[in-house]
C-alpha cells in the first residue's frame, strides 16, 4: 500500500488514514458513516486476483491525488464473504463508490488508467465545494429555529433561496422550519418545490425524513395502549412498528429505535422489510453524528452481517 500523510501531486495534505484495509466489523465506520461527509470507494479484491493487482494501486494513486476529496477501503472478499454476499459481488475486481451512505456508482473488472482517474474525479466531485457567501445567513436561520422563532427562521430561508435556489441547506431549513410551525402543508409544498438537482442532498432527504415522521405521528396512537395490545399478542408486528411511530412521535427516539430493532430482529421481511425502511427514515432525519444513529446503524448493520 502506498504511504500517506505527506504532500500530493497538487500540493494538498492527504490524511493519513485516506486508504485502508476494512473488514465486516469496521465496514459501517469506515464506509457507511465515513461517507455521510465524503465520498468512499471500496474496492472489492483478492490476492489470488490478478487485475485487482494492477486496479488497486491505480485507484490508490488517483484517490491520493484527489487530495482527500474522496476516501478509499479495500475489502478482501474471501476475509468478508458477508458483506461481499449482501451487496451481491459476483466477480472481482468491483469497486463501488458510497456517498451519504448509500452506493452512488461502481464498475466491474480492470479498466486503464484514465478511466479510473476519470470514476475517482466523478465520485470526489459529489462532495461538493464550500463555497457560499450566503452560508452565513443560513446559520443565522438556523439559530432563529433553534431559539424558537420558527417563522422568522422561514422567511430568512425563503429569502436566501431568492439568491440561490440551488441552496440545499436552505431548502432543508425552510423545510425544517414549516415543521417548527406545525405546518405539514407549507413543508411538503416546500419539498416539492425543491430542484431535481439537488432533491437527493443530505440537507433535503434529512427534512423529508423528519416531515414523513411529522405525518406519521398526526395518526400515532397512545402509547400505553400500544404497548398493553404488544404485551397481549408479542408476535403482532404491526402493532410493534405502531409503537415504533408512538414513541417517537412522543420524543423517544431511542426507544423508538430499540422498538424497530426487535421488529427487525423478529423478521426482516415483514410488510416488504417495513423496520429496514423506518429504521433508514429515523436516521436519516437526525445528524449522521447523534450518537442514537451511529449505535442504530452499529446494531442494524450486526444483525444484516450475523
Not at 161 to 168: G, K, P, R, T, Y
Amino acid at each position: 500500500m502506498l504511504e500517506f500523510g505527506n504532500e500530493t501531486a497538487n500540493n494538498t495534505v492527504a490524511p493519513t488514514d485516506l486508504i485502508k484495509d476494512g473488514t465486516e466489523a469496521t465496514f459501517m465506520a469506515d464506509v457507511i458513516e465515513a461517507s455521510q461527509t465524503v465520498p468512499v470507494i471500496v474496492d472489492f479484491w483478492a490476492p489470488w486476483c490478478g487485475p485487482c493487482k494492477t486496479l488497486g494501486p491505480a485507484l490508490e494513486a488517483a484517490v491520493t491525488e484527489a487530495g482527500g476529496k474522496v476516501r478509499m477501503v479495500k475489502l478482501d472478499v474471501d476475509k468478508n464473504q458477508g458483506i461481499a454476499s449482501q451487496l451481491q459481488i459476483q466477480s472481482i475486481p468491483t469497486v463501488y463508490a458510497f456517498f451519504e451512505g448509500k452506493p452512488v456508482d461502481g464498475f466491474q473488472g480492470a479498466l486503464p488508467p484514465s478511466e479510473i482517474k476519470t470514476f475517482v474525479e466523478k465520485v470526489a466531485a459529489l462532495g461538493g465545494e464550500e463555497d457560499n457567501g450566503l452560508d452565513d445567513a443560513v446559520a443565522a436561520a438556523e439559530e432563529m429555529l433553534t431559539e424558537g422563532a420558527a417563522e422568522d427562521a422561514a422567511q430568512t430561508f425563503a429569502a436566501i433561496l431568492e439568491e440561490d435556489d440551488q441552496h440545499a441547506a436552505a431548502w432543508g431549513g425552510l423545510v425544517r422550519a414549516h415543521l417548527a410551525s406545525d405546518n405539514l402543508e407549507e413543508a411538503e409544498a416546500s419539498l416539492n418545490g425543491v430542484p431535481a438537482e439537488i432533491s437527493e442532498s443530505a440537507e433535503v432527504e434529512a427534512a423529508a425524513a423528519q416531515l414523513e415522521l411529522a405525518k406519521q405521528a398526526v395518526e400515532a396512537g397512545p402509547v400505553t395502549e400500544l404497548r398493553a395490545a404488544l404485551e397481549a399478542d408479542e408476535d403482532n408486528h404491526q402493532i410493534r412498528l405502531d409503537l415504533a411511530t408512538a414513541l417517537h412521535a412522543n420524543g423517544d427516539t431511542e426507544g423508538a429505535v430499540d422498538t424497530l430493532l426487535d421488529l427487525f430482529r423478529r423478521d426482516r421481511e415483514w410488510n416488504d422489510g417495513a423496520a429496514k425502511t423506518q429504521l433508514f427514515t429515523v436516521f436519516d432525519a437526525l445528524k449522521a453524528d447523534d450518537p442514537v444513529v451511529l449505535n442504530g446503524r452499529r446494531r442494524l448493520s450486526s444483525m444484516i452481517f450475523a
